[in-house]
């Protein structure tokens, strides 16, 4: 069985066939926002998920007037077809892809495989800035069905409808790490996971390239550990990007219709006084 919306990938031939297509808009958003400036993909425009996308005194996103302002600003209308690509994880393409869908934005795409399955087929960098000239963009209220809340996941603990997904690494999810090991060490008071959650790290959803398994394995996948479509599905990770992947192959690779990316994560809920946080590999310690 094919993806459910196999339109939203783009893969990197097809890509380089319309980068002078003047109805797509290619947007690279990075965790490294030193790597735009060394060779992006020609006529790129350079998001920083970070500067550009959250308020800079509340840990929040910016609203939806600012958003409408940022895209327009670079040349981005309700006309194009946004296409997203991030670095060797792709995690923060599928991070501005769900911000936008939040806003309400349609015409996204992500690129399969993302900025390193680009480089790694040889494919052209530029160190070229793009200058579009600014154009108004409209983007909506906020959609809540896309997106969890602490008290929202505090209240549904235990609820047999809901199931939650952790992305992160069994190291984190058992207790042993608090943040990935080549990351500082820092962000939550406490290790471990949110009681009841299912270990599913992010990496399963894709090959060695980057590129996302086929439909059929990553149904099985998530079949096999409850995790189907009948079911409310939260997703989270240390600050919500790498959940995001996940939320987008639950949600558009296979079609799930309620699943949320709680963004808060760990960073939040290991550092809420007075929730409840299990370890182990099976929740064997409780606190």
Not at 163 to 185: C, I, K, M, N
Not at 204 to 218: I, M, Q
Not at 262 to 276: A, I, N
Request: with cysteine; hydrophobic share 35%.
């Amino acid at each position: 069985m094919s993806y459910a919306r196999a339109d939203v990938l783009v893969e990197t031939e097809w890509l380089e066939e319309h980068l002078q297509d003047p109805g797509l808009r290619i947007v690279e958003s990075n965790e490294d926002p030193e790597l735009y400036a060394q060779g992006h993909i020609p006529g790129a425009i350079h998001i920083r998920w970070k500067t550009d996308l959250q308020d800079p005194v509340r840990r929040e996103w910016i609203s939806r007037e600012q958003l409408e302002a940022l895209l327009g600003s670079r040349g981005i209308s309700n006309e194009h077809t946004i296409v997203l690509y991030g670095d060797k994880n792709n995690w923060f393409a599928t991070y501005t892809f769900w911000l936008l869908r939040y806003y309400g934005v349609e015409n996204l795409k992500i690129l399969n495989g993302g900025r390193q399955k680009w480089v790694a087929e040889g494919r052209p960098l530029t160190t070229e800035i793009p200058a579009y000239p600014p154009v108004q963009f409209r983007a909506k209220d906020p959609d809540p069905a896309l997106r969890a809340f602490r008290d929202e996941v505090l209240q549904r603990l235990g609820d047999a409808d809901l199931v939650l997904v952790d992305v992160r690494s069994p190291q984190e999810y058992t207790g042993e790490l608090v943040a990935p090991p080549a990351y500082p060490q820092e962000g939550a008071q406490r290790p471990g996971h949110i009681p009841g959650a299912r270990n599913l790290p992010w990496t399963l959803n894709v090959r060695e390239d980057g590129t996302f398994k086929p439909a059929e394995e990553l149904r099985q996948l998530y079949a096999s550990q409850g995790v189907t479509p009948d079911k409310d599905v939260i997703a989270y990770c240390r600050i919500g990007e790498r959940s995001s992947l996940t939320w987008f192959t639950l949600r558009y690779l296979l079609g799930y219709p309620n699943v949320k990316n709680y963004d808060g994560s760990w960073t939040e809920w290991g550092s809420l006084v007075g929730v409840p946080i299990e370890r182990g590999p099976g929740g064997t310690e409780r606190g």
